[in-house]
């Protein structure tokens, strides 16, 4: 795509953004220098580069998932302001 066949109007109007027409002659000239760039990129010999989602690699962080003894029912209940039959008691919310 050239830089030519973008249309600013037409894409501020679907970013629903008013320009000036200095605005627009701003963005048009800006628009063209990421496509020319972009060009430029495509111009790059990737042949095996590996397709990456991050451009650091990225592990787990999370601590490991291991069963352990939970907090006694009764002590999850103790300072519950209302609870009934075992189970909290909130308002109800309706909007």
């Not at 209940?77 to 919310?93: E, T, W, Y």
């Amino acid at each position: 795509m050239a830089a030519t066949d973008i249309d600013v109007k037409y894409v501020a109007h679907l970013a629903r953004i008013g320009l000036t027409p200095d605005e627009e002659a701003t963005m048009s000239a800006r628009l063209a220098g990421i496509l020319g760039y972009i060009e430029k990129l495509k111009e790059l010999d990737v042949t095996g580069v590996e397709p990456t989602a991050h451009a650091v690699p990225m592990v787990n962080v999370l601590r490991p998932d291991v069963v352990r003894p939970s907090l006694p029912h009764e002590a999850a209940l103790a300072n519950a302001p209302a609870q009934a039959n075992g189970l909290f008691l909130v308002p109800k919310i309706v909007e």
